[in-house]
């Protein structure tokens, strides 16, 4: 009788003893190096109307102001290449915090940040504090070049919101029009993202606007440029002044997600120095050759560059938190 409750005790004992082991490996893998695992199907039974309800907001801004699915993108990209696609570039400054939107790439370029507040705003009402602003952003890319024209991706989603935001990353990380191409490459390398990557993501330029500021130097100071389109631009961006002038990054379809962006940079009407630069480099030019003759291949490289760069996350396990609002940590 004694042994048969004692066996029972040590079978117990075993079982605890496994639990515990269990929960101490688990415990461990979270704070190890795992990343927030991300899935198609995140939102499937938390928040199934997630997907709809960013659609709808993008599509209703994208009706009233075309423009908006390039920014739209463009802070997809600005959030992610500052330590992950943690939502770190919708966090608004205040008395005690200076966030990324003060960063010399962001201040007075970023575009759609009360799209993303009404978004959030109709998800918290479907459900409450659930999806995070980075998959906000993350979606919100996709529809965007989508109803521009342009491919669609399954977007991975599970991402989770930084609690803080890095100007000084920003500034560091985030790339400039006047870059080179060496630095443009490593720019993208430090992110894990090749060069085909760089090339195909920078077709992103085929929607969207830059200011005067932005491609000044190049229509005054390259060399690597079509005379009648320097002159063109250069009437409309004098050398001081009217600094806010907008020049749509494709000329003739800005709001068409093409690969003419790939045709302009053969016969040297990239817009900005650094678009340019990826058909200065002999390494560069059979990928942009390529996209400039396939429109396929183009969107193909796009989308799988997108979904690679969507995975940029520095946050692991629990870290962070899904915001309630997008421009304040909770
Ligand atoms: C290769 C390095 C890149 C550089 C140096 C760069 C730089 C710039 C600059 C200077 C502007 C104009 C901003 C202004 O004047 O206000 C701009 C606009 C834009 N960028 Fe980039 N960019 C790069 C890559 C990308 C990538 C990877 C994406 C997205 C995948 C992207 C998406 C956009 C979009 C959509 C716009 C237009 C935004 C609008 O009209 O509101 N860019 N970029
Ligand atoms: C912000 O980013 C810069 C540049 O990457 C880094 O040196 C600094 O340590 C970061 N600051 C914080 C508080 O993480
Ligand atoms: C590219 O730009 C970087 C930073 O401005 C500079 O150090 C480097 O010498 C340039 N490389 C070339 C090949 O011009
Ligand atoms: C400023 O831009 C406008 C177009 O928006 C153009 O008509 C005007 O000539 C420009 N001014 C100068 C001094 O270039
Ligand atoms: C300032 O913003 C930061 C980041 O969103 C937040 O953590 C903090 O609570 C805010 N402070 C105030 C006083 O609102």
């Known amino acids: 009788m004694s042994r048969v409750i004692n066996t029972m005790a040590f079978l117990k004992f075993s079982a605890l003893l496994w639990c515990i082991l269990v929960l101490i490996a688990s415990l461990s893998h979270v704070e190890g190096s795992t990343r927030v695992e991300l899935s198609t199907g995140y939102y499937y039974h938390t928040c199934p109307e997630a997907a709809q309800i960013v659609e709808d907001g993008v599509l209703l801004a994208v009706k009233s102001d075309?423009?908006?699915?390039?920014?739209?993108?463009?802070?997809?990209?600005?959030?992610?290449?500052?330590?992950?696609?943690?939502?770190?570039?919708?966090?608004?400054?205040?008395?005690?915090?200076?966030?990324?939107?003060?960063?010399?790439?962001?201040?007075?370029?970023?575009?759609?940040?009360?799209?993303?507040?009404?978004?959030?705003?109709?998800?918290?009402?479907?459900?409450?504090?659930?999806?995070?602003?980075?998959?906000?952003?993350?979606?919100?890319?996709?529809?965007?070049?989508?109803?521009?024209?342009?491919?669609?991706?399954?977007?991975?989603?599970?991402?989770?919101?930084?609690?803080?935001?890095?100007?000084?990353?920003?500034?560091?990380?985030?790339?400039?029009?006047?870059?080179?191409?060496?630095?443009?490459?490593s720019n993208f390398a430090v992110q894990g993202l090749s060069f085909k990557d760089m090339v195909a993501l920078s077709g992103a330029h085929t929607i969207g606007f830059a200011r005067c500021t932005a491609f000044r130097s190049r229509i005054y100071n390259d060399v690597d440029i079509n005379p009648p389109f320097k002159q063109y631009l250069q009437s409309i961006c004098p050398r001081v002044g009217n600094d806010?002038?907008?020049?749509?990054?494709?000329?003739?379809?800005?709001?068409?997600?093409?690969?003419?962006?790939?045709?302009n940079l053969l016969v040297k009407k990239g817009l900005l120095h650094s678009d340019q630069e990826i058909y200065n480099s002999n390494k560069a030019d059979p990928i942009v050759r390529k996209f400039s003759r396939s429109l396929t291949k183009f969107y193909k490289s796009f989308a799988k560059a997108m979904i690679k760069m969507g995975d940029i996350s520095h946050l692991t396990g629990t870290q962070g938190e899904v915001r309630l609002h997008c421009r304040k940590a909770n």
């Open 66 to 185: 075309t423009r908006m699915g390039a920014s739209l993108l463009r802070l997809h990209f600005h959030d992610c290449f500052v330590n992950g696609c943690d939502g770190s570039v919708l966090l608004d400054d205040n008395a005690t915090f200076t966030g990324e939107k003060t960063a010399f790439p962001n201040s007075g370029s970023l575009r759609g940040f009360e799209v993303v507040d009404l978004i959030k705003a109709k998800l918290e009402e479907a459900c409450p504090g659930i999806v995070s602003c980075a998959d906000i952003l993350a979606l919100a890319s996709q529809y965007a070049v989508y109803h521009l024209g342009g491919p669609s991706w399954e977007v991975k989603l599970g991402r989770r919101d930084s609690l803080t935001a890095n100007r000084t990353a920003a500034n560091v990380f985030l790339p400039s029009p006047a870059s080179n191409i060496t630095t443009l490459t």
């Open 244 to 263: 806010s002038v907008l020049q749509g990054m494709d000329l003739k379809t800005p709001s068409h997600f093409d690969n003419l962006y790939y045709k």
